[in-house]
């Protein structure tokens, strides 16, 4: 299946400055696979090594990091030739090996002719736990789950895809209920690219679900192997509590549906997990639109989201046939699977660093605000075609922004004090 990622892989390879590359992501968002399609498309070999249990390998980095020997006792170890010229070197759950995380600065300053990339699904976590990075010394490039446009392309619809590429095309309007439908299909089956593998060969739904189930367990099976004992149940509850948080009309993360009586202290631990291992997105509110948004953030105050719209839906237990058919009992999650799939978007497909904004007494809320260029672009998220932004306007009115944005199943407006961004072309905003 097509990724984006190859692009950016490319121009990599490319870079006559290169240094050894990072590749970030959660489990199974495909790191492994678009690595190993990278080296299979770009180089005559590709020397994948996977640090997961493999402790003689990982006792070759434990020696010291001449960079000669390490080459030369791998190829003995793998029976292969590694040659700088046409070889893609691969160390896959990189962080089961901290001598090799810390080798990748040697590869960089005493031999950067060799092409190395490094991936670990729970990389973000044992750096916390001590490991030591090569801090200026790597590249990096972080992996999501599927976008949307790439999902069209899995399901052969690329000229549909293509058109996304410019807002403006008339196109976009004309097909409209197709991409609707279509949407529709990503809310319930997301970004994970076995998942969508799977429903592009088979249409079943219910294989899509027993497939999202099998990841989440996997996920937990995760909090067991990695987590202490004393912090598990904590990961447990944050985690186990998502689609609660998300569900209701105010998204701010609120620590009494984990717990009676629980404390933002007794969690922090256990939220920092979950985003070391990218399970979560935490988008912090700001106090005041102001510039740099960074400046004015309220660490204390914070919405949490997952790493996919599909995921949320199954953690939820939201039954597949809700989300395409619609039922009069689906409001408030609508709202919440519509915020998912709108931050998931611009986290994989645009730069910015999102926030959210609300008011001192919560008298109303901006669902998102990024910096771009010179100002703070409030974005209003809608589920259906309800065109009213009463917070929109009310922030607008107070703040004057030079850009507002409502993003909807509407199609493309520009009007007077907001353009209005069909859903299924938010990445163009």
Known sequence: M???????????????????????????????????????????????????????????????????????????????????????????????????????????????????????????????????????????????????????????????????????????????????????????????????????MNHDYDQVRELQLSVLRQYEGDFGKHVNPAELPRIRMVWQSLPVQLAKENKKFFFGHIKKGARSKDYETAIQWLQDSGLIYKVNKVSAPLLPLRAYADLSSYKIYMLDTGLLGALGELDWRTILEGNHAFVEFKGALTEQYVLQQLIAETPYRMYYYSTEKSAYEVDFLFQKNSGAVPLEVKAEENLKAKSLKMYVDKYHPAEAIRTSMSSYRKQDWLTNIPLWAIQSL
């Not at 290169?18 to 970030?24: A, E, F, G, S, V």
């Not at 080459?71 to 700088?84: C, D, F, G, N, R």
């Open 2 to 200: 097509k990724r984006k990622i190859e692009n950016q892989l490319l121009q990599w390879k490319n870079d006559p400055a290169r240094k050894p590359l990072i590749l970030w992501g959660a489990r199974q968002v495909g790191k492994t696979w678009s690595i190993r399609e990278f080296g299979r498309t770009y180089f005559q070999k590709t020397v994948y090594i996977s640090f997961y249990n493999n402790r003689r390998i990982s006792d070759i980095f434990e020696m010291d990091y001449n960079i000669n020997r390490i080459i030369k006792a791998l190829e003995i170890e793998l029976h292969v030739s590694i040659t700088p010229s046409d070889t893609l070197l691969v160390f896959d759950e990189i962080q089961g090996a901290p001598k090799a995380v810390e080798a990748l600065k040697y590869f960089c300053e005493d031999a950067r002719e060799y092409a190395v990339i490094a991936a670990g699904s729970l990389l973000g976590v044992a750096l916390h736990q001590g490991i030591s990075f090569p801090v200026g010394k790597v590249d990096e490039l972080r992996l999501y789950p599927m976008s949307f446009q790439e999902f069209l392309w899995a399901m052969n619809e690329e000229a549909l895809a293509g058109y996304l590429e410019d807002i403006n095309n008339p196109e976009i309007n004309l097909f409209r209920e197709r991409y609707i439908e279509l949407l529709k299909q990503y809310y319930v089956i997301g970004g994970m690219p076995e998942v969508v593998d799977n429903f592009r």
